[in-house]
């Protein structure tokens, strides 16, 4: 069943060093976007956040490219910083730590929100993740529970009647090629009309601007593209919050929602809301040590929402947690 994603409004973003310094003492975790565990544990979080320092020439979505992120991803998490030109020397965050969606851990998992693909490989036991592009207001990307019903190298981009009404000028058929907006590689979903593909424009990877169509990097599409067989669960949610256990920590990630995404696309500053059943969710995640959440930080962070994951329990709950009293 499809269900259209729901419209929240979003709220302001930023981030202080003391979040990073913080999460990186408490929650170390492997410097890689992909990371290794069992399928009987699988893990709470992927990858680990990271900082560079910019050259004169780079740009943020040249750094995003190169770091399996996408645009909005990036400027979340670097709030204030020119896009097109940082500057020489501009300390970047670089937010490669994911915890994971709510939904099936097999197949694809992809979330609106954050814009990123989850892929749970059924032969081993890496995790992978990569930035998307998904569907603008007008064509919204469905939610729901679908396959994989086929995939083609090379595809031809038969525009949809709906695309053509609304941009007459485009060609009914689009063959292979440069020009083509489908890219090298598509896999075909078993809703109609609805692809997860390439692309020949790359800056739109990580931004509400398709028509609905599930974008990816031509880099990460043709890794991923092999590995995902005909048949395929894929699995599509809306969640601007996640939470999830890291080494005994509970971590909570905030991201802009669908319309504050496509505020920061256009350079405007976010609209400031309140992330629904914020406070019932972390309490049912946190289970027993509930009472330890600390709810200051948790208001920050829904304020912030850079896409970073950061601890919530308080430390004294921390400290007594590893405390071993002395025998008598």
């Known amino acids: 069943m499809i269900r259209e994603n729901p419209h929240r409004r979003a709220v302001c973003i930023g981030l202080g060093a003391t979040l990073i310094t913080t999460f990186s003492s408490r929650a170390s975790v492997s410097q890689t976007t992909e990371t290794m565990n069992s399928k009987q544990d699988v893990p709470g979080m992927v990858g680990a956040i990271r900082k560079i320092r910019t050259k004169k020439e780079d740009t943020l979505l040249d750094i995003a490219r190169a770091n399996n992120l996408g645009y909005v991803e990036i400027l979340a998490a670097n709030p204030?910083?020119?896009?097109?030109?940082p500057g020489h020397g501009t300390e970047i965050i670089l937010p490669t730590a994911h915890l994971l969606p709510t939904g099936s851990r097999t197949g694809l998992l992809l979330n609106l929100v954050d814009q990123r693909l989850y892929y749970f490989p059924s032969h081993h036991d890496v995790i992978q993740t990569y930035p998307i592009g998904t569907g603008q207001e007008a064509w919204d990307t469905p939610q729901g529970s679908t396959k994989v019903v086929r995939k083609k190298l090379k595809p031809t981009w038969y525009v949809p009647k709906s695309i053509l009404k609304a941009q007459p000028d485009?060609?009914?058929?689009?063959?292979?090629?440069?020009?083509?907006?489908?890219?090298?590689?598509?896999?075909?979903?078993?809703?109609?009309?609805?692809?997860?593909?390439?692309?020949?424009?790359?800056?739109?990877?990580?931004?509400r601007v398709s028509h609905g169509c599930i974008r990816m990097y031509p880099e990460g599409i043709k890794k991923l593209f092999p590995q995902v067989l005909i048949g395929t669960p894929v699995t599509i949610v809306s969640e601007e919050m996640k939470t999830g256990w890291v080494k005994g920590e509970l971590m909570m990630e905030a991201h802009p929602n669908l319309e504050q995404n496509i505020e920061i696309e256009r350079g405007e500053k976010p609209t400031p809301a309140q992330i629904p059943e914020m406070a019932y969710r972390l309490i049912q995640a946190a289970g027993e040590k509930a009472r330890f959440i600390n709810w200051q930080t948790v208001k920050r962070i829904a304020k912030e929402r850079t896409g970073i994951p950061f601890p919530v329990l308080k430390p004294a709950h921390a400290q007594k947690k590893n405390f071993v009293p002395e025998a008598n």
């Open 80 to 85: 204030g910083v020119d896009p097109w030109i």
């Open 170 to 207: 485009l060609p009914p058929i689009v063959r292979p090629g440069p020009d083509n907006p489908l890219g090298g590689h598509a896999l075909y979903l078993g809703w109609t009309t609805y692809l997860i593909h390439g692309t020949n424009n790359p800056w739109g990877v990580g931004r």
